[in-house]
């Protein structure tokens, strides 16, 4: 039987524990295990780092809501970015990103990677002729997604770049978070491996630190299970255990961010202050009709520019009450920063530089009108 996606959020990888009969899956708080004889353990577990019965809950789950063959949880999005760049890419290699990259991504790349020896080039993801020419025929491996992109809310075709990947024979890498496995589903769409900073939607509390991979093929995912062991980045159990609580109600939560986020987009789109909005779910969004193709709906994240600068813009950041102002984003509640000097300063002065005079809301699930009276304070 084919189960709905809040059924799947609740119950994949999350049988009632058989001693007790618990629905929650426990905390295996534990380092080792009891082995049936040497070399011999019970069940696949024989050290935590390998594997953990409550890590193994929420892998299967997420494994399940992307429609992969493999779920990996590590312990943040950036560990699990490192482990599947060292599992697919050798030094001499070369990935193709997005021209308005995560900060954290791109310091990933340019501090790390680089001098790894993997090579990488920044591109407009929304045109793919402009992705076919950054490919580098013979050693271009991986061609890496955001969409929708942090923080400029740009949205690529997946479907799309899924064939430009496999005509250079890469790997289609997204970065799924912003939207989440409720709003967009990129294995289905073409995508090898999906992305997630766990910390975001998919824990949905801002109370836990993770990352996950879903790869769609067993192979791959057995190569990056083999790399998740050998580098050691994973998830604790009881870390695991708060991001498998927090999926649990991803369906709903999704729902009110975006019912929240339609309304504040609609009021900053009034505001004479406000010099432009960035929203997919805009009709005049650049990347709208993709947004439409291949989401449910546009997401709980809203970015936007002011006519004062970058003053106004950490003035509007700083008079803000309601609305948090705080890196990360996808909790419960509403978070308003300045990228530029907060979660993109990394990227100042390089070719990803994000705009001074940007804003950017993580709409969170309060009352709307009490948001909404929040930002009007803050931009009056």
Known sequence: MTHGFETRAIHAGQDAEPHTGAVVPPIYQVSTYKQDAVAMPRAGYEYSRSANPTRTALEECLASLEGGARGLAFASGLAAEDTLLRTVCVPGDHVVIPGDAYGGTYRLFAKVEERWGLAYTPADLADLDAVRGAVRP???????????????????DIAGLAGVARDAGALLVVDNTFASPYLQQPLALGADVVVHS???????????????LVAADAELGERLAFHQ?????????FDAWLTLRGVRTLGVRM????????????????HPRVTEVLYPGLPGHRGHDAAVKQMRRFGGMVSFRLAGGEAEAVRVCERAEVFTLGESLGGVESLIEHPGRMTHASAVGSPLEVPADLVRLSVGIETADDLLTDLGHALD
């Not at 929708?148 to 809310?153: E, K, R």
């Open 138 to 156: 013979g050693e271009t491996t991986v061609v890496w997604v955001e969409t929708p992109t942090n923080p400029l809310l740009g949205v690529a």
């Open 198 to 212: 766990t910390t975001k939607y998919l824990g949905g509390h801002s109370d836990v630190v993770g990352g996950a």
């Open 229 to 237: 062991n050998a580098i050691g980045a994973v998830a604790g159990p």
């Open 255 to 270: 729902d009110r961010h975006c019912d929240n986020a339609e309304r504040v987009v609609a009021v900053l789109a009034a």
